[in-house]
């Protein structure tokens, strides 16, 4: 069975760093590429930031390029994404999924992060 | 990268009604388009993938058409459960995109 757990959000003061990560478990992560998409209040999703299987091609949204770093470890099984820099408009809740390509599609249950002043 | 463009939204339907949704691509994704159900504290619900194939599990008042830059969601027979945001999503290219969403709303 395939599970999908984000951890690391909070509550964060602007300018300040949180990293998120996604511990995965029921597939070969190493085969897939992986993505974070985040949702903020009263608005839709939006994708973050996406990593090839093989760590060699990143994408990131213009909104958080040159703040957010996406890496992972596939002797881990885990995703992360490392957040600087953090605006109050990165306040969302962070989902991690395995490449969103048909079905099956698999999300984590997503983590809340916070930023604040 | 490619957008994707919904409407309408929001969108507001009695229970029993048919409602459709479109979805509408910047450029040729052919059918590499998912549709998702999003209810808050959850994570997104696939409905329909490769644009027209129903996801196992999920009732047959949904369906997905479409090719090319133009895809529709439909609800035959709006239910109370079906109240919920409903998203389009692109693999045709990284980066994997979404539409901004239709929240669907009972009148």
């Known amino acids: 069975q395939v599970h999908l757990v984000e951890s690391g959000g909070g509550l964060v003061k602007t300018g300040g760093s949180l990293r998120l990560s996604c511990t995965t478990s029921?597939?070969?992560?190493?085969?897939?590429?992986m993505g974070w998409i985040r949702q903020a209040p009263g608005k839709g999703l939006e994708w973050v930031s996406y990593?090839?299987?093989?760590?060699?091609?990143?994408y990131y949204a213009d909104s958080v390029k040159g703040r957010f770093t996406v890496s992972r470890d596939n002797a881990k099984n885990s995703l992360y994404l490392q957040m600087n820099r953090l605006r109050a408009e990165d306040t969302a809740i962070y989902f991690c999924?395995?490449?969103?390509?048909?079905?099956?599609?698999?999300w984590g249950q997503g983590t809340l992060v916070t930023v604040s002043s | 990268d490619i957008q994707l463009t919904q409407s309408p939204s929001p969108l507001s339907a009695s229970v029993g009604d048919r409602v459709t949704i479109t979805c509408q691509a910047s450029?040729?994704?052919?059918?590499?388009l998912n549709w998702y159900q999003h209810k808050p504290g959850k994570a997104p619900k696939l409905l329909i993938y490769?644009?027209?194939n129903l996801e196992r599990g999920v009732p047959s008042r949904f369906s997905g058409s479409g090719s090319g830059t133009e895809f529709t969601l439909t609800i035959t027979s709006l239910q109370p459960e079906d109240i919920a945001t409903y998203y389009c999503?692109?693999?045709?290219?990284?980066?994997?995109?979404f539409g901004q969403g239709t929240k669907l709303e009972i009148k």
């Open positions: 999924a395995r490449d969103l390509v048909g079905s099956p599609a698999y």
């Open positions: 029921g597939f070969t992560f190493r085969d897939y590429y």
């Open positions: 990593i090839s299987h093989d760590d060699d091609t990143k």
């Open positions: 450029q040729d994704i052919s059918h590499y």
């Open positions: 490769d644009a027209s």
């Open positions: 999503q692109q693999y045709s290219n990284l980066p994997r995109t």
